[in-house]
């Protein structure tokens, strides 16, 4: 017992006098641990795969905004902090991206948030499963064939982009689509959060809430359902257990 006391008492001196150097140095620094080892955070911008093609991707991410863009190559980069770093493994056009917390923080000061930054050229079609534990999605101008999306505690946003297939699921957070073309049956589930599609195009539409309201065009129906050709092969499905459902300017899938 008194061994273990000393160990504890050694690593919260070494954690103590590790903030006083941040303080002194830099400025306010986090401070978190790795195992037993304190660390000092510091904001990094790290490239962690360049010009490595993919068409599918598998993301575990515990802190970080996740931001999936068209660019002129490949690449996987980040901004954050040096303690989350993500690990990233590019193997046979499969991306693996793994992000976890600190394990630990003796002294924590917010020095910005944490982003995943994934690019590929325009054209390119992406499949896989986002698990993103608190954190942001933005997803613009790269279209989704089969792709899970599991949002915890975050906002999720598609923008100019054609999804075929799987679903996009969210805890806490509102889902917003603005030029989306959903093909086959696709499902949006917000536990605590709105569903707003913009200008985007489906064949046929399901909107409930158990606790909220359907909005079409700007007009509140209330809670009562909406639907809207609910056979139809192209079928959007927004599901809210606590917040609204707004559809504004739909149209059928060209």
Known sequence: MKRMFKINLGILIIGIILMIVGFAGH?????S?????????????????TNKEFTKIN???STANVLIKTGSKFSISYQGS???????????????????????????????DDTIVITVPKGSKLSGELDIADGDLSI????????DVNAADGDVVYNNLTV??????LGDGDFTSNGVTFKGHYRV?????????????ADGFILHTDNGDNKLDGVDHGAEDLQQNESAANLLRLEANDGDNSVINIKAVQ
Do not use: C
């Open 27 to 31: 400025g306010m620094k986090n401070i």
């Open 33 to 49: 641990f790795k195992g037993t080892t304190p660390v000092i955070e510091k904001q990094v911008t790290k490239e962690l795969s």
């Open 59 to 61: 993301l575990t991410s």
């Open 82 to 112: 040096n303690a989350r770093l993500p690990k990233v493994r590019v193997t046979n056009q499969v991306a693996t991206i793994s992000q976890t917390g600190s394990h630990g923080t003796f002294f924590s000061y917010n020095d910005g």
């Open 140 to 147: 613009t101008n790269v279209d989704m064939d089969n792709m």
């Open 164 to 169: 075929t297939g799987g679903k996009t699921t």
């Open 189 to 201: 589930k917000t536990g605590d959060g709105d569903n707003k599609v913009i200008a985007s195009y």
